[in-house]
């Protein structure tokens, strides 16, 4: 498990689903998207997305990535290394566990979800924590 966050900051992590991903233009601006996220056992992030989104397209070429989760005034920064996943196994696996946490559902098998994932041309992206802040 990430030794990045304390425990009150993975406990807020982990009772959101929906957080901001900032992710860096090919100009240098900011730019910035609601996404549903889940959490792996490090700690990790995970982040469905389509493949012809900009954060996406930002990733590949930028891997320095902040995600933000706002609960009122209350707020965690995440700064950290983005890993994008566009190839299977790896897509299935790790989209397997986003569509399960947002939809508080079972685990769909992941090789169900290929057909799915193609045609809707989902990606993953991964955040390996660097630093988290909490705001209170």
């Not at 957080?19 to 998207?33: E, I, K, M, N």
């Not at 997305?49 to 930002?58: M, P, Q, S, V």
């Not at 933000?68 to 397997?96: M, N």
């Amino acid at each position: 498990m990430s030794t990045v966050y304390t425990p009150e900051q993975r406990d807020f992590l982990d009772a959101h689903r929906w957080g901001v991903l900032a992710t860096a233009r090919d100009s240098g601006a900011p730019h910035q998207a609601m996404v549903g996220y889940t959490t792996d056992a490090e700690g990790r992030i995970v982040v469905s997305t389509k493949a012809y989104t900009a954060k996406w397209r930002n990733v590949l070429r930028n891997r320095q990535v902040s995600f933000t989760v706002v609960d009122g005034r209350t707020h965690l920064v995440v700064d950290g290394q983005a890993e994008p996943f566009e190839a299977d196994p790896e897509r299935a696996e790790l989209s397997a566990d986003v569509f399960a946490r947002l939809a508080d559902a079972e685990r769909p098998d992941p090789g169900s979800l290929v057909d799915t994932l193609d045609e809707q041309q989902r990606t993953i992206i991964r955040i390996t924590p660097r630093k988290a802040l909490f705001h209170e």
